[in-house]
């Protein structure tokens, strides 16, 4: 089966898809990097929400005033959900866009455009920035996931 | 590498990867369109959960009766939720099943009844439709999601 | 067009490929059934979010008292995001991987290790288990991830 892998290595050698493959690796390694976020504001504030993980910091009543919320570790929460809103879009349909034949340097610009603007935004939550900076690059990632979509649309339409 | 992008616009030239490739990003967008609705009903009923999001409503304690909750708001996180749980598996299982070598018809009656039962479970969802519209269309793309997952454990179970 | 059909099918029967789509959809249904146990807690604990589900018990004030919170409710939802944070990145990471020439035994061991640490963390949240189980099972999924988006990037790198 190697003529087989030697085309499956294939698919990873074009350079559009491996701009993808770049690119979706490292906003999903910056989503993940949310929960040691959380996991680290849970312990640095002491706030926990299973009655399981508060039994290192005593038992019974004791420990039970660690079961509660914090506002850091609810940040660092939005935080993430708002990556999983934004950055599943953009893996299924950048993979789609990434096989729908674009130029190198159109596919470049939408998926570094697009990890400038979730980096910017995870910033902008977590410090946090004054507004408009959350919003404005929320809003970039939105629209260049919007602009793949339409180019999927415009060569794959299939109804 | 002409020759290697070609062999890519071929998988997009499929007509069951095509058929993948546009209902995926329909119901991706309309995932993505309930940020917008959220947006839409925490600028109109004025509740937000970001501090610095409520600046432009006042400075200080005028400003802090925007960080509630609201019934809208919240039945919009909610549908946008069910679709991070439902579109996703769709997505992921789908892509395989769309390799995996399904004729044509079968396959565009997943997708179709998939993509329909996630629009009405939308409106169901927000307008609030009388149950059980929400229930059976939630069951219906649960089904063909399934449905998809048995063919491609059938035809490439490898474990 | 039996021709792309054929170079899709060798996709599908390339033994890493199958291996992978055999444990995404493993992990997928895993992750769908997280909706099947929080709509059996809603229903034999009679919490509800939404006031059209609380119809079939009962009208006006009655029905009310059923829209509350439950801890089995609301750890069996934990459970679910838990899944959708995890997975996804296993999903988009993995297929990235799996594209990029892994070795069959090592891609199956990754593969083999995520699938157990999601069922044990899934077992270990439900239950619940005492500590360390649920937070290694995690850990395990994690680590496997970036072992994986590592021979990504190391393959794929294109900035």
Redesign the interface.
């Given at each position: 089966?190697s003529g087989?892998?030697a085309?499956?290595?294939?698919?990873?050698?074009?350079?559009?898809?491996?701009?993808y493959?770049?690119y979706?690796?490292i906003v999903?390694?910056k989503?993940?990097l949310?929960?040691l976020i959380t996991a680290y504001f849970r312990i640095t504030r002491k706030a926990f929400?299973?009655p399981?993980?508060t039994?290192?910091l005593g038992k019974g009543e004791s420990a039970k005033k660690y079961l509660r919320t914090d506002p850091d570790v609810e940040?660092a929460r939005?935080g993430?959900?708002n990556d999983?809103?934004?950055?599943?879009?953009f893996?299924?349909?950048g993979?789609?866009y990434?096989?729908?034949?674009p130029d190198l340097y159109t596919a470049l610009l939408h998926f570094r455009i697009f990890a400038g603007a979730r980096i910017t935004h995870t910033f902008a939550y977590l410090i946090?920035?004054?507004?408009p900076t959350?919003g404005l690059s929320w809003a970039a990632g939105?629209a260049v996931?919007?602009s793949m979509?339409y180019k999927?649309?415009k060569?794959?339409?299939?109804?």
């Open positions: 089966r087989e892998m085309k499956l290595t294939q698919l990873i050698d074009n350079e559009v898809f491996r701009a493959a770049t979706t690796t999903l390694l989503m993940m949310m929960s929400v299973n399981e993980d039994a290192p940040r939005r993430h959900l999983l809103e934004n950055i599943v879009p893996f299924g349909i993979l789609l990434a096989l729908s034949g946090p920035l004054p507004q959350r939105y996931t919007i979509a999927v649309l060569t794959a339409l299939y109804l």
